[in-house]
């Protein structure tokens, strides 16, 4: 499952709390453009701000209305006692594979950071996607660790963070990896903004914010990535700039994804859970031109 | 309540959970020494490692046995919802007064920060303390900021990070925050290596993470500055150096804090909640010889 595009939803919230009819209406759009797997809360589905409860809650819904298209749940949490009972509710809700992102408090050593990922690959009977992203965890990988976390059993992926713009190095890092990594190992690449870039240079899969939303749109990138129809790839993935632009305007994508959603009609208006908060109805209505100038629907 | 010695013990955890006992005797030195508050669940507190009915039962154990000195319960999460529920929690089992840190997932903006602060002040009826640590919650306050949230009800006093280490420095910046924020809010300096030259510049309370296990040797440094004898509180803390320089070798107090509460036999040897782990052997043995050599006990 570890192929191809994984969408990442939001997951919507309205003054009552999870909007589980908005979260149904992004989930029906991803089976309807036919991705490879669907990331339920993911960073951009805001696992971060739901409880325990919650988060079952929600990985059962996207479960219910994932159609035939595998889940993978982010078990994300500062403690190791929690991730191991997210794993457990995420399994028993049917989740096909876990997304495990090294969340700190106390920075982490690398050690600790192994033995994380260890113990909940001796607790767990689905694959796991190790999750990289410092901006959001505080936690920085060496490639000597991934390769030592990579040795443990049901660790099949890694969701790296965005690389850099130039293909070049792009090719020159995944070369890299690829030689560090076992072959079972499938590299995914996030950051939207270098999704084709990454395509080109060989990942396997995008997990994809803008999949989550856009799903048809993403999906013909990766269609294309698997025809080896490179120049295609580049240039529907520069078709997005200014979306990518948009991303980096407002700090990442969240805020941006959160206002597109409610700019279809998809969710209220506000739906991102605080303290995060919606975009200004002056950046709303910026985000609102660029989705109607590129056709995004 | 937010001056002097503000002693913040570590929550201790065994191999079936939270250590009880172990926290019972943390917090009996504390009282012993006379603090002036105790800082319950505060970073070295590992808060954020518990769950929401753990906070509220470890909040529970401290005002049980915090005889009359006044506790200040950490209610950090990353959603908003949570830190209201948790302050709700701290406040019911008598909690007088809330310690608010803005943890953060995604990156947060000045605005979302305001707002957060701004919800709870509407929720309390017992002061709150701004916690200002960018290395755990990822998030830097500007000055701007501190003195919006310091115009908020009930906001009265700032846990500071570490300053630097130079006295002509750290005053010029204590006498810039003292021109900023209304007189009703002290300031408080945490980072325990430069907490001597924080008191002497003028700071109002040590949120002290030394006096949460050696309440004795941090109660002689604020006793000192309150008799503004900064020959005293300089010499004092010059003294502690060598414990200063662990917690700078081990990246931080949390785990030599953890190793020297196990080598004094108050709580098991490996006190800290996973994925943290203890210090090895070899660097016990050295938090034991610093210890015995500065006459801690």
């Known amino acids: 499952m570890f192929t191809g595009l994984s969408a990442f939803p939001l997951t919507p919230v309205s003054a009552a709390g999870f909007d589980e009819r908005g979260?149904?209406?992004?989930?029906?759009?991803?089976?309807?453009?036919?991705?490879?797997?669907i990331g339920v809360l993911g960073s951009t589905g805001c696992y971060a701000y739901f409880t325990r409860k919650q988060r079952r809650h929600i990985a059962e819904v996207a479960k219910a209305h994932a159609g035939e298209i595998p889940i993978m749940v982010c078990v994300g949490a500062v403690s190791t006692d929690k991730v191991l009972r997210l794993a457990e509710d995420a399994q028993a809700a049917g989740a096909q594979a876990l997304l495990l992102p090294p969340v700190s408090y106390q920075p982490l050593y690398e050690e600790e950071v192994f033995e994380l990922f260890s113990t909940l690959s001796q607790h767990v009977s689905v694959p796991v996607c190790l999750y990289d992203n410092p901006r959001t965890t505080g936690f920085t990988f060496s490639d000597a660790l991934y390769a030592r976390i990579a040795s443990l059993?049901?660790?099949?992926?890694?969701?790296?963070?965005?690389?850099s713009s130039s293909p070049a190095e792009v090719q020159a890092r995944i070369r890299q990896l690829?030689?560090?990594?076992?072959?079972?190992?499938?590299?995914?690449?996030?950051?939207?903004?270098?999704?084709?870039?990454?395509?080109?240079?060989?990942?396997?899969?995008w997990y994809s914010v803008c999949g989550g939303l856009f799903p048809q749109a993403a999906k013909a990138i990766t269609d294309a990535a698997q025809q080896n129809d490179t120049a295609r790839v580049r240039q529907l993935s520069e078709q997005l700039n200014p979306l990518w632009a948009l991303f980096s305007k407002h700090g990442g994508s969240i805020r941006v994804m959160a206002a597109a959603a409610g700019v279809l009609g998809l969710t209220a208006a506000d739906c991102l859970p605080r303290p995060l908060r919606p975009l200004s109805a002056r950046d709303t209505e910026e985000v609102a031109t660029v989705i109607r100038h590129l056709g995004l629907q």
Do not use: Q
């Not at 149904?24 to 309807?32: D, H």
């Not at 059993?153 to 690389?163: C, D």
């Not at 690829?178 to 950051?191: D, E, H, N, Q, R």
């Open 178 to 205: 690829k030689a560090l990594l076992p072959a079972t190992m499938t590299l995914g690449i996030s950051g939207d903004a270098s999704a084709g870039v990454g395509l080109n240079a060989g990942c396997d899969v």
């Open 153 to 163: 059993p049901f660790i099949r992926s890694v969701k790296m963070p965005g690389l």
């Open 23 to 37: 979260f149904i209406r992004l989930l029906a759009r991803i089976t309807a453009a036919g991705a490879d797997s």
